[in-house]
């Protein structure tokens, strides 16, 4: 794998979001890679215990990202546990499915509350890691943030508008990060089309467009996602990237 296992021993890695779908796939990734993970959900406690009971050294912290308070007490937590993080996975993230020409149902409380949990969350996990972040950081192996943002956010497509806007948002918050926490800490995306995951189990449409259209034929897997995740934080060198994985659909 991308990643040397010994080289992350007694690293630490949060990612949020990582009781379903692709931050699942992306701790158990970062663990096989050598990381000690914290997985992190909204509401599955137990299922996120159950899934740290199952991995060396892992932790679950439950948050509600949408409530800041709950934000800044999950890097503390982590911190407390730990004493040091050196990889931030900005993984969690809501929808909205709205259609783009229907103006007045993608309302100003959708917009709100996409863009606490899509942009605010990962600004202030970031914010309140940073410090962390550089501490832990070598030369050799600087810190590392990945957000994951979507397809959507690069091209005019997704979900809803406000979906779209945010993951644009965080898209643009990652090459400002990048070039702002250099040297000490890389800050890259992923914006993924379509996976197989919880969120997209029921878009019939879209599991259509991606078999039918993009090169690949079909959407992604989630440990498809979670590779490029570990090829990203295994770097010491990549910074300010948003790696568009939709298996080529944006090549038609
Ligand atoms: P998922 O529904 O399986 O996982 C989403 C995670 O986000 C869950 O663990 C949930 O607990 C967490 N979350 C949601 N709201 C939260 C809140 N208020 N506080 C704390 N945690 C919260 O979805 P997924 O498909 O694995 O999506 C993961 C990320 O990938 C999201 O950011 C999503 O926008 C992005 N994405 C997904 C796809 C796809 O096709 N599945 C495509 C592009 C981008």
């Known amino acids: ?114 863009y606490e949990v899509n942009v605010i969350a990962p600004w202030t996990l970031i914010a309140e890691a940073e410090s962390a972040l550089r501490q832990s950081s070598t030369q050799a192996c600087p810190s590392c943030i990945v957000n994951i943002s979507s397809h959507a956010g690069v091209r005019p497509k997704g979900a809803s508008v406000p979906y779209a806007a945010t993951k644009a948002a965080l898209n643009h918050v990652t090459t400002l990060l990048a070039l702002n926490l250099s040297p000490d800490i890389r800050v890259n995306a992923i914006a993924p089309g379509l996976v197989d995951t919880p969120m997209t189990e029921k878009w019939v449409d879209a599991h259509r467009l991606w078999k039918d259209k993009s090169p690949m034929r079909r959407g992604a897997k989630p440990s498809e996602i979670a590779y490029i995740a570990s090829m990203l934080v295994a770097s010491s060198y990549i910074t300010g990237e948003i790696i568009l994985a939709d298996g080529g659909l944006n090549l038609t």
């Open 1 to 114: 794998m991308s990643s040397d296992q010994n080289n992350n021993r007694g690293r630490v890695a949060l990612i949020t979001g990582s009781t379903s779908g692709i931050g699942k796939a992306i701790a158990l990734q970062l663990n096989k890679d050598g990381f000690t993970v914290v997985l992190h959900s909204r509401t599955s406690v137990a299922e996120g215990q159950r899934f740290a009971s199952q991995i060396p050294n892992a932790i679950y912290i439950q948050a509600d990202l949408s409530d800041q308070v709950q934000v800044k007490r999950l890097i503390l937590d982590v911190l407390s546990h730990h004493g040091r993080l050196d990889v931030l996975v900005n993984n969690a993230g809501i929808n909205a499915m709205i259609p783009h020409n229907d103006l007045k149902q993608a309302s100003a409380e959708v917009w709100r509350e996409l």
